[in-house]
């Protein structure tokens, strides 16, 4: 089989690229933005605030999931979602080494 071309990348790479890709979507911002605001656990008043179908924002819940940026506990029948820390507080610090890394010292175009 095959190198993919996941594998020419680092495994910090390819983390960072699957964040940037779930957080890419105004929905997801939107998501993110709220459990800041609010600093808690929510169970379900997302669909009140942002004005998408449950299913909607189920699937925009997973994938913020899959990446790590948030986390869900089960509580009765519903799921109740936060913002994960070490995976936020990660995040930050990569993206503020990738953008403290460039330099500019003069205009090369």
Same mark, same amino acid.
């Given at each position: 089989?095959?190198?993919?071309k996941a594998d020419i990348f680092t495994d910090e /790479?390819?983390?960072l690229a699957a964040q @940037?890709?779930?957080?890419? &979507?105004?929905?997801?911002?939107?998501? #993110?933005? &709220?459990l800041i605001k609010i600093n808690a656990c929510i169970c379900g008043d997302l669909v009140d605030e942002l004005g998408?179908? /449950?299913a909607t924002i189920s699937q925009h819940l997973k994938? #913020?999931?899959?990446?790590? @940026?948030?986390?869900?506990?089960i509580e009765g029948v519903s799921v109740c979602y936060c913002i994960e820390p070490n995976a936020w507080n990660n995040l930050?610090? /990569?993206?503020?080494v990738f953008f403290k890394s460039y330099q500019q010292? &003069?205009?090369c175009c």
């Open positions: 089989m095959g190198v993919t /790479q390819n983390k @940037l890709k779930a957080i890419a &979507h105004p929905a997801r911002i939107a998501i #993110l933005q &709220h998408l179908a /449950q994938e #913020l999931k899959n990446v790590g @940026l948030i986390q869900g506990t930050q610090k /990569q993206l503020n010292t &003069h205009s």
